[in-house]
């Protein structure tokens, strides 16, 4: 008899912050805190509405938050994990950089930082 898989996350885990920077001829930048809340079920990603990000051009920061999304999703997504998502995820801060920040930046930030949360909770797998 196989258990049924865990719910992630399994309580409220705040303040999940990552710093992602790659210096070299094809710069990264990306800085993000996320706090991870269970739910009903499958994935909701917001951005906090008192979020606000000092970067030009500011049209591009939807895109780099939607990457921030889509880099959390996919982490949470690996079946080697074993769990199931049923998590609201809250963009708290982000910092971009002119010279670095991109949206695969943001996406592997916001892999990072699902990461750390399966971390913390004891869930995480190679």
Do not use: W
Request: net charge negative.
């Amino acid at each position: 008899m196989t258990s049924a898989r865990p719910l992630f996350p399994p309580y409220p885990i705040r303040g999940v912050y990552v710093l992602h920077r790659r210096q070299n001829c094809a710069p990264h930048f990306a800085e993000v805190a996320v706090d991870f809340e269970p739910a009903a079920e499958g994935f909701v990603f917001e951005v906090a509405r008192e979020l606000t990000v000092e970067y030009e051009p500011a049209e591009d920061l939807p895109r780099f938050f939607a990457a921030t999304a889509a880099g959390i999703e996919e982490q949470l997504s690996l079946p080697e994990h074993g769990i199931v998502t049923a998590a609201r995820v809250v963009l708290q801060c982000a910092r971009a950089d002119t010279f670095g920040s991109h949206e695969l930046a943001f996406k592997i930030a916001g892999y990072r930082a699902a990461r750390k949360a399966l971390e913390s909770a004891g869930m995480a797998r190679l």
